[in-house]
């Protein structure tokens, strides 16, 4: 039986990662972020939905390896305080 991460074979789940990783790099470099809708939409080597548990996944492990090279978890790239709606803000103050 091949290897899979979430029914995803490995080799399209690294290739996910790669490309995701480089999304999330360029959103960093331009000070900018990203939501997991806009990144689901962005992913062309796999389809993720913006709230499947393999797309958390997929973002965490990217976090981990970059976080252990020294670069920072990025997965923490989120919209600053000013852009956010009430409805955001809420959410934030309650969790």
């Known amino acids: 039986m091949d290897e899979t991460r979430f029914g995803i074979p490995i080799p399209i789940w690294n290739a996910a990662m790669d490309e995701a990783r480089?999304?999330?790099?360029?959103?960093?470099?331009?000070?900018?972020?990203?939501?997991?809708?806009?990144?689901?939409?962005?992913?062309?080597?796999?389809?993720?939905?913006?709230?499947?548990?393999?797309?958390?996944?997929l973002i965490g492990n990217i976090s981990e390896e970059e976080d252990d090279a020294g670069n920072g978890m990025l997965s923490a790239l989120r919209r600053p305080p000013q852009e956010l709606s009430a409805r955001q803000a809420y959410l934030l103050q309650e969790y």
Do not use: P
């Open 22 to 57: 480089a999304i999330l790099i360029d959103c960093a470099k331009k000070g900018g972020y990203i939501t997991y809708s806009e990144l689901a939409r962005s992913l062309r080597t796999h389809h993720f939905e913006a709230h499947d548990f393999s797309l958390f996944a």
